[in-house]
């Protein structure tokens, strides 16, 4: 099985505008982190935000927020008021704190585009 | 502050040819290491990784090897390429639960 999955391969979003990509996640550690990315054309790989299992409260950087929900085991990114410079992929991924602990999973991504 | 270096960032080599990619972390210590491929278009995937000097996990079977000679010192080896070895490579770091720091990326042609 997956231990990430990304629905959405494309989503477009008009500037200014907020939106969401999803984000689902299999494991059955109780302990674990979830981690989104940004990547730009440029190729290099952004870290925006982090939301650990045991966290109350939904992790937010700015106008980035996660949207964590931990019995739907799904960690939605939030991105508020799109400008163009949001535009690229966006990758979640997951550590496992006992089960593997060293090993990041990656989703497949989302690529998003801001419309002017 | 920690860094992370990864070089060359472009590369094109025939096939057939050897590769070595280095990848070098400063400002911490004992870090893990791990390095990445990414097809065109396509999401990561986790290549090797390792938790300290010597110690080299494989997550896929291929003609690619990696060694970890020094503490922040990550080599993405190949004695003879293949077409299907092209692709953007990234290594990364992390210590106890940070999240993954990822260097530049190196892209991979093969000719």
């Known amino acids: 099985a997956q231990k990430i999955t990304q629905t959405q391969p494309g989503m477009f979003v008009q500037e200014k505008e907020a939106v969401t990509l999803d984000c689902t996640y299999d494991t059955s550690d109780p302990s674990y982190g979830l981690f989104w990315y940004k990547q730009p054309s440029s190729g290099e790989m952004i870290f925006l935000i982090y939301?650990?299992?045991?966290?109350?409260q939904n992790a937010t950087e700015g106008r980035y927020s996660l949207n964590f929900q931990k019995a739907r085991k799904s960690a939605n990114l939030v991105i508020s008021a799109s400008q163009l410079g949001d535009s690229a992929m966006y990758f979640c991924?997951?550590?496992?704190?006992?089960?593997?602990?060293?090993?990041?999973?990656f989703g497949t991504g989302t690529s998003l585009t801001v419309i002017p | 502050s920690q860094t992370i270096h990864q070089w060359p960032a472009t590369l094109v080599q025939p096939v057939g040819s050897p590769l070595s990619l280095e990848c070098t972390v400063e400002g911490t210590s004992n870090p893990n290491l791990y390095w990445y491929r990414q097809a065109a278009g396509r999401g990561l995937q986790l290549l090797f990784y390792?938790?300290?000097?010597?110690?080299i996990s494989s997550e896929v079977p291929q003609n690619l090897s990696a060694s970890r000679p020094q503490d922040r010192q990550f080599i993405l080896s190949s004695k003879k390429l293949l077409l299907s070895d092209s692709g953007f490579y990234l290594c990364?770091?992390?210590?106890?639960?940070?999240?993954?720091?990822f260097g530049n990326g190196t892209r991979l042609t093969v000719t």
């Open positions: 390792s938790v300290g000097i010597g110690q």
């Open positions: 939301q650990g299992s045991y966290d109350q």
């Open positions: 990364a770091w992390s210590t106890g639960r940070s999240p993954l720091h």
């Open positions: 991924a997951m550590r496992e704190d006992w089960n593997t602990g060293n090993q990041f999973y």
